[in-house]
C-alpha cells in the first residue's frame, strides 16, 4: 500500500516567490495536515483538514493557505517566499482529525534564495 | 516559555546500554502524548503512545507524570538501528494539532 506521497521532494526558489506544494493521503485517510520543519527544531503545524474544510491552523502568516480536493489530496501554498520559509514542509495523514498517529510523507524541502 | 522542551542530547551510547531521557510539557489541559522517531533527514514516525498507568513496547518503556508535567522514554538493550532523534508530541483534547519538541538525538555505538 502508498504512503503519504509528496511533490516536489526538492525545490529552490527566490524572495517574493510563490511555492505549491502537493500531498496525497494514505487511501481510506480522510485528514491531512500539513507541518513545517526548520532544521534542528521540531515540526510545527501549520493546517489540518479534515472532509474538505479547515480543521485548524497554526501560528503562520496569511501568506501560508491549503485546501483539500474532493479526492483527499491537498495543496499547501507560500505566497512572497522569505529566506525564513526555507524548510521542510511535511505533510502527514490520518483516518480522524483528531489522533495523534499520523502518517508523515518524506516531506518537501524548499530552498529560498 | 516552550508548549514542549526537550534536552537536545546527543546521548551518545554503546550497544546494550540503557538509555533514558525526559520532555517537559506547559500546557496541563495537555490530554494525549506520544514519542516520534525521526532518522536523519526522513519523516517522522510513530514509535508510542504514552498512557498514564506507563508502557512498554519491547525495549521501549514510556512514562507520564502529570503532577511535574514530564514524560519519558528509556531504551534498554541499545542497538544501532536505535540511533535516530526522538520527538516527544503532546496533544490537548479537541485540539487538531499536535506540538512537537525539538527532538533528543540519540546515538548508539558499536
Known amino acids: 500500500d502508498a504512503g503519504v506521497t509528496q511533490s516536489p521532494t526538492h525545490l529552490i526558489k527566490t524572495r517574493g516567490q510563490h511555492v505549491t506544494l502537493r500531498c496525497s493521503p494514505i487511501?481510506?485517510?480522510?485528514?491531512v495536515s500539513w507541518y513545517q520543519q526548520v532544521l534542528g527544531q521540531g515540526p510545527q503545524f501549520i493546517f489540518q483538514y479534515y472532509e474538505k474544510e479547515e480543521r485548524g491552523r497554526g501560528n503562520f502568516p496569511d501568506r501560508f493557505s491549503a485546501r483539500q480536493f474532493p479526492n483527499y489530496s491537498s495543496e499547501l501554498n507560500v505566497n512572497a517566499l522569505l529566506l525564513g520559509d526555507s524548510a521542510l514542509y511535511l505533510c502527514?495523514?490520518?483516518?480522524?482529525?483528531?489522533?495523534?498517529?499520523?502518517?508523515f510523507g518524506e516531506g518537501s524541502r524548499l530552498t529560498v534564495l | 516559555r516552550k508548549e514542549v522542551e526537550q534536552d537536545p542530547g546527543p546521548f551518545n551510547v554503546p550497544e546494550g546500554a540503557t538509555v533514558a531521557f525526559n520532555c517537559t510539557y506547559s500546557?496541563?489541559?495537555?490530554?494525549?502524548f506520544f514519542w516520534y522517531r525521526q532518522d536523519c533527514r526522513k519523516e517522522p514516525k510513530l514509535l508510542m503512545s504514552v498512557y498514564s498507568s506507563g508502557n512498554e513496547d519491547g525495549r521501549f518503556t514510556a512514562q507520564l507524570n502529570r503532577a511535574s508535567q514530564y514524560i519519558s522514554l528509556l531504551i534498554r538493550d541499545s542497538k544501532l538501528s536505535d540511533s535516530a532523534t526522538y520527538l516527544c508530541v503532546v496533544n490537548k483534547r479537541d485540539d487538531y494539532k499536535l506540538s512537537f519538541g525539538a527532538g533528543t538525538t540519540v546515538t548508539v555505538r558499536a
Open positions: 502527514a495523514s490520518s483516518l480522524a482529525p483528531n489522533t495523534g498517529e499520523l502518517f
Open positions: 487511501s481510506g485517510h480522510k485528514s
Open positions: 500546557n496541563s489541559a495537555s490530554q494525549s
